[in-house]
């Protein structure tokens, strides 16, 4: 049922996918998860298991699948690692990828450590050409394009077993990505009768973006049937710096045209914490009801300014504003997980998810006010699974999410981004809320089907 497409790893029949390796999970995007694998000789791993219905903690949408990968006896006291490189060219010189990864591991008497450093670099081209017409008028336009992306990256992790079903654990990770990409672009305006316009410009973009997580864990049981309760603290900092530098010239009629450059400074950081209860209310640990509590706070600075101007003319805009967003998110939650039998799989819930929020202007440079609310929304759940044989399967799955606006959305500054083009964003909006139905069928490991039907309030769009 595991399906490895490139860098895809999916699981037939859901969409999102956590690997664990031994008692490890891994805490990383599901696009790294091919090259983390990479990591471990074939020799290490004893069977592979695949969990259609983890716990709660890793499945609140019944959507995710979880892999375990059972190490063998020689994990136990193992010592060991390895080292690769990748190269890869495309058509022109433009178009490559090179890098390389490694992994040192131990493990003795319950304690396992890893590193695992990587980075590599990429280079891509990209041409546009295209031709519009409408009546008289006709528009073209060729933007051929390329871009570099770097990125270096060290993972860490430190986990010990002191006893059956009890770990503790901390996984740190920093990266840092860099993109230097530039445009060139040549617009043509024709309509008949008239001398055509043509538009040269150049654009360039360059960001800098480094980040470190870290994550302290601990997993334990309690009580005669080893009821399970797991604490989980993050921390994130996050800085991205970018620059915008724009230049247009009107070639044919020797007119000014717009030109801007632009600054955007993101600095955010944030803790969160996720404390989950599993009481087993049988013996072979099959129904099951589960309560916790999740909550997070961040906060957010975005310093951003923009000169525009037409060539050859002073400055036409001037703009800059500092603001900062902060977030404080608790959501308490409470669900029921039934085995009714080899045919029948449940599972109901309810969550809270209450809103704090404050955008703050450091620098006022407009008209707009400090802006704070609070909302609540409860988001029910329900999974139902019934599978009349191995290579059957058949789901009901009723979601309800929550997703906190964008900071793009909030700033409440007017930004122009051309000559005809302004963007302000609404710091009074609210978090949105949607849900979502699903009825779908699967076989075996090779075939699914669903239909979907989604609807949502406070629906978050650009108008």
Request: aromatic content about 10%; glycine content about 10%; hydrophobic content about 30%.
């Amino acid at each position: 049922r595991v399906h490895v497409r490139g860098s895809l790893l999916s699981v037939v029949g859901k969409e999102k996918v956590v690997v664990k390796i031994g008692d490890v999970l891994q805490r990383i995007e599901g696009s790294e998860l091919v090259s983390v694998l990479k990591g471990y000789d074939a020799g290490l791993i004893d069977r592979v298991e695949v969990v259609t219905h983890p716990p709660l903690r890793y499945d609140p949408d019944g959507n995710t699948a979880m892999i375990i990968l059972h190490t063998s006896s020689v994990f136990r006291e193992y010592m060991g690692g390895f080292v690769g490189t990748e190269e890869m060219y495309g058509q022109g010189e433009k178009n490559y990828r090179y890098g390389g990864y490694g992994t040192l591991m131990y493990s003795h008497k319950g304690l396992f450590t890893s590193v695992s450093p990587s980075l590599h670099r990429s280079g891509s081209s990209y041409i546009e050409q295209q031709t519009y017409r409408c009546g008289e008028r006709q528009y073209s336009v060729e933007t051929p394009s390329s871009g570099i992306y770097g990125y270096a990256g060290l993972r860490g992790v430190l986990q010990y077993s002191y006893g059956e079903n009890k770990l503790l654990g901390l996984a740190l990770s920093w990266n840092r990505k860099k993109y230097d990409n530039g445009f060139n672009g040549t617009e043509c305006v024709t309509i008949q009768g008239q001398r055509d316009q043509v538009i040269e410009s150049v654009n360039k973009y360059d960001a800098k973006e480094p980040r470190l997580t870290g994550t302290a864990y601990l997993e334990s049981a309690f009580g005669q049937r080893n009821h399970r309760v797991w604490v989980e603290l993050s921390g994130v900092s996050l800085t991205n710096r970018s620059q915008m530098d724009f230049v247009g010239t009107d070639r044919t009629r020797g007119l000014p045209f717009t030109t801007y450059l632009e600054h955007n400074d993101i600095n955010t950081s944030g803790v969160s914490l996720n404390n989950d209860y599993a009481f087993y209310l049988d013996d072979n640990h099959t129904n099951i009801l589960e309560a916790g509590v999740k909550a997070s706070m961040s906060a957010t600075t975005n310093y951003r300014d923009h000169d525009s101007q037409m060539t050859g003319q002073p400055a036409a805009v001037t703009q800059e504003n500092k603001v900062r967003w902060m977030e404080l998110v608790l959501a308490p939650y409470v669900s029921t997980t039934l085995q009714m039998s080899d045919l029948w799989w449940v599972r109901g819930g309810v969550r809270y998810v209450g809103t704090d929020a404050s955008l703050r202007q450091l620098e006022p440079s407009s008209s707009a006010e400090d802006v704070s609310h609070y909302s609540g929304s409860w988001l029910p759940t329900l999974h139902i699974t019934y599978s009349p044989g191995r290579s059957h399967k058949v789901s009901l799955l009723v979601n309800s999410a929550i997703t906190q606006p964008k900071y793009q959305d909030l700033n409440p500054f007017v930004w122009q981004t051309n000559a005809h083009t302004f963007y302000r964003g609404n710091p009074r909006l609210r978090p949105q809320v949607s849900y979502s139905s699903a009825l779908q069928y699967a076989f075996g490991g090779s075939f699914s089907i669903s239909g979907v039907v989604e609807s949502g309030r406070n629906m978050i769009s650009a108008v």
